[in-house]
């Protein structure tokens, strides 16, 4: 990808437990964000977390940051069978102001 | 504001014809961007703009590609001569840049495209 990837490419669990995605990207940046795509859709805004912050929640979203790592992760907690789609994270370059995005994972909740 | 709004959702044409996509930023964003997604590829950035005014067209592939953002609200990108490879969903997303970085994106529903 441009920017980033995100690991693991596929993930599968069972609904009610916890999925972690985590997303290493290559430069420096303004913030780091993690966006949600149904099949077929637009992709939409979860969650932004700036440079300077290490940690933050949304909901049963957990999001942490290490710029020293380039690295994010995304927690979900509780997974639901309707948080089933692909998770992207995108990071804001510092220079120039892309939205670059990483290569998602696609999360299957069973039910 | 009804978002961003893409045209067409769907394109089939066949190869050569030139294809023109359509884009309407959300009213106030001043940051507009192109994006392809391809299962092969992921989602690419083709093209970003700021303030109507193109800040980086790295990602276009090639010079069959040009987008142009004739005001503040609207956007096209077009492809003369198409050709199969370019069969992709396009997205346009907006935003809003400020000395802080970019706040969080807006994007369309997609263009589906099939050059056959």
């Known amino acids: 990808s441009q920017q980033g990837e995100e690991d693991p490419q596929a993930l599968s669990i069972q609904e009610g437990e916890n999925a972690t995605m985590n997303c290493s990207y290559k430069?420096?940046?303004?913030?780091l964000q993690w966006y949600r795509q149904n099949s077929g859709r637009g992709l939409v805004h979860l969650i932004l977390?700036?440079?300077?912050?290490r940690e933050k929640h949304s909901g049963r979203l957990r999001v942490t940051l290490d710029t020293s790592k380039k690295s994010s992760s995304l927690l979900i907690t509780a997974s639901r069978a309707a948080d089933t789609a692909s998770y992207f994270c995108?990071?804001?370059?510092?220079?120039?102001?892309?939205?670059?995005f990483g290569t998602g994972t696609s999360l299957t909740v069973i039910p | 504001d009804a978002g961003v709004i893409q045209s067409p959702r769907h394109e089939v044409t066949e190869m050569g014809q030139e294809v023109t996509l359509r884009c309407k930023l959300i009213?106030?964003?001043?940051?507009l961007f192109w994006y392809r997604q391809t299962m092969m590829r992921g989602l690419e950035l083709l093209i970003y703009?700021?303030?109507?005014?193109?800040?980086?067209d790295s990602g276009m592939p090639e010079d069959r590609f040009s987008a142009k953002m004739p005001n503040a609200s609207f956007s096209t990108l077009k492809i003369q001569p198409s050709e199969p490879r370019d069969s992709a969903v396009y997205f346009c997303?907006?935003?809003?840049?400020?000395?802080?970085?970019?706040?969080?994106?807006?994007f369309g529903q997609g263009t589906r495209l099939t050059v056959v």
């Open positions: 995108a990071t804001d370059a510092r220079t120039g102001n892309q939205f670059y």
């Open positions: 703009f700021n303030n109507n005014v193109p800040i980086d």
């Open positions: 009213s106030g964003h001043n940051s």
């Open positions: 997303a907006s935003s809003s840049a400020s000395d802080r970085g970019l706040f969080e994106a807006f």
């Open positions: 977390i700036r440079s300077n912050e």
């Open positions: 430069t420096s940046i303004n913030n």
